[in-house]
């Protein structure tokens, strides 16, 4: 389908948007637009400038310099309350859903349906909302509360939140990076059917395939400016092409665990009991291996390895280093047992968002490597300086905050400083979600180089393709429990899915 841009007029056009912060130029002149119905795809490194970019369009931030024109008027600037009123929304990637509240309260809250006196009017509003799950092909249970909900459905309830408002442009930011590549194809499906209604939509990813599948258009950005925009005429350029726009130089996108000596049992887990009547689990990870976790969201990996390493309580269950038990009731316990633990909420759990870059990812490898009195704090960027490098991490030096960092960059120092703290055992829970194509490679590399150093690797990943590059061996994690574990060629996308969804050899 191509879309004809020839009798449109867009509905929103930023003019040379320029966002200086503190002497570091954010922003260098951009132009960008959106038409009505149009899905207008924002692409770059991480650290590009895309959510500044959208933070300028929401009113969050104030440019420095150039215009926005809606509708005929150009603006120096916007703020909120403009923003939402000239039309122009977004779901944001952060959850900014009320647990306790059910999905129809949520999707209406502060812009209620009222009746006589200014009581609330639920039924109405459950109405609308209904005809509109029906109209996008969206199914939930409207009467449930949102911490019940699964992750993608709350997802779901967002985007309706989002739309609730009638806007004529909907910014989506990174929407599929908690999803699995089924609930991705779902919003992808239902970002299409959006567009649709002729809503111009402004969609984020770091996932490229989904991105040339749902484009009209696709910008991709560096450093601040536009390197080149594909349009109908060129859009069917292969992925290969806009990571090389987006880096400036080509991308090894193919990156397979390099072959080291798998030794003996570094980590085992005997009969790990979450509650007295959940499932048992057992596994162990050899040395110089990467043993992958998959299942769906909500299967309970993450559940299975916050309890393994002290972060939530456990039932039951015997944990063993090199063969000696080690008892661990708490994180710091497990970070002493020599684990790393790299957490799926890295901006919550994993970073000293006020300390610097250079503390945050100093601060455990360094507890180890200090030995004496004196410390002389000059030399200690020279220590993190190439780690960073390597990890592409931006930032204007190793002394700014942790704070004013992007997204992508954020997980990144979180990942440099369980690098630097060389521990033994290194668990991840979704490494690379929210990190840009190029850095995965760098960070696949040093995986790599883990296991080579005699190191093993835990990875939980809804990633598929890293998941089979990487792994030696994938076990399929289903309702709380090991389904099955995969090895050689039996480690492939079909097999995954069939076994993460409970589907037997019989197709039943
Ligand atoms: N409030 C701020 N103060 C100082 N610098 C900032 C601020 N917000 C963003 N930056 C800087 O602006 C640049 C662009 O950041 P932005 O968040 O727009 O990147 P992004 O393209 O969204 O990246 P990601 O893919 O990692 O989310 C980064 O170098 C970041 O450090
Ligand atoms: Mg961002």
């Not at 969206?138 to 009467?143: A, G, N, P």
């Not at 309890?307 to 038990?325: P, T």
């Not at 300086?385 to 960092?405: C, D, F, G, Q």
Request: hydrophobic share 40%.
């Amino acid at each position: 389908m191509t879309f004809d841009y020839e009798n449109r007029k867009p509905v929103i056009a930023m003019r040379d948007i320029k966002k200086e912060f503190s002497g570091v130029w954010a922003l260098s002149g951009i132009t960008f637009d959106v038409y009505p119905g149009e899905v207008h795809c924002l692409v770059g490194e991480n650290g590009a400038g895309k959510s500044t970019l959208m933070k300028v369009l929401t009113g969050a931030y104030t440019p420095t310099s150039g215009s926005i024109e809606v509708d005929g008027t150009t603006y120096d600037k916007l703020d909120p309350m403009l923003s939402k009123s000239l039309g122009i929304n977004i779901v944001y990637q952060e959850n900014d859903l009320v647990p306790s509240m059910d999905v129809v309260e949520n999707i209406y809250v502060g812009n209620e349906k009222t009746k006589g006196f200014g009581l609330v009017d639920y039924k109405s509003m459950e109405a609308e909302a209904r005809s509109k799950m029906n109209e996008l092909g969206i199914d939930l249970k409207l009467d449930t509360k949102i911490e019940n909900l699964s992750v993608s459905d709350q997802q779901f309830v967002k985007i309706l939140k989002a739309l609730s408002v009638q806007p004529r442009v909907l910014i989506m930011d990174e929407p599929t990076s908690m999803f699995n590549v089924e609930d991705a194809a779902k919003v992808l499906e239902l970002t299409k059917k959006i567009s649709e209604q002729g809503i111009g939509i402004i969609y984020i990813s770091h996932f490229l395939n989904e991105v040339v599948q749902i484009a009209d258009r696709i910008t991709v950005i560096r450093d601040g400016a536009v390197v080149r925009t594909y349009t109908n005429e060129n859009r069917d350029t292969p992925i290969t092409a806009i990571t090389k726009d987006m880096v400036g130089r080509s991308v090894d996108m193919f990156y397979d665990k390099e072959k080291c000596p798998i030794g003996d049992v570094m980590l085992e887990v005997k009969d790990l009991q979450l509650t007295k009547d959940s499932p048992k689990i057992s596994f162990t990870v050899r040395q110089g291996e990467i043993v992958g976790f998959s299942g769906m969201v909500g299967s309970g990996r993450t559940e299975m390895v916050r309890a393994l390493v002290g972060a939530d309580s456990r039932y039951a269950g015997q944990i063993f280093i090199n063969g000696k038990e080690v008892h661990i009731s708490n994180p710091n316990d497990s970070i002493n047992a020599g684990i790393a633990f790299i957490t799926e909420d890295r901006q919550k759990l994993g970073l000293m968002l006020n300390a610097s870059v250079l503390e945050n990812a100093t601060i455990l490898g360094l507890r180890e490597k200090i030995k004496g009195f004196f410390v002389n704090i000059k030399k200690f960027p020279a220590l993190i300086e190439p780690l960073l490098k390597e990890l592409r991490v931006k930032t204007p030096s190793v002394w700014t905050e942790a704070i004013y960092l992007s997204g992508g960059n954020q997980q990144k120092v979180v990942l440099a400083k369980w690098l630097y703290a060389e521990q033994d055992i290194y668990i991840f829970d979704e490494p690379t979600r929210g990190i840009d194509v190029n850095a995965k490679a760098e960070f696949y590399k040093q995986m790599s180089e883990l296991t080579k150093k005699g190191k093993c690797i835990l990875m939980i990943s809804s990633d598929m393709p890293e998941l089979i590059s990487m792994s030696d061996r994938v076990l399929v994690v289903r309702d709380g429990a090991i389904d099955c574990e995969l090895t050689g060629k039996d480690i492939n996308e079909q097999e995954i899915i069939k076994r993460a969804l409970g589907v037997k050899k019989n197709g039943r």
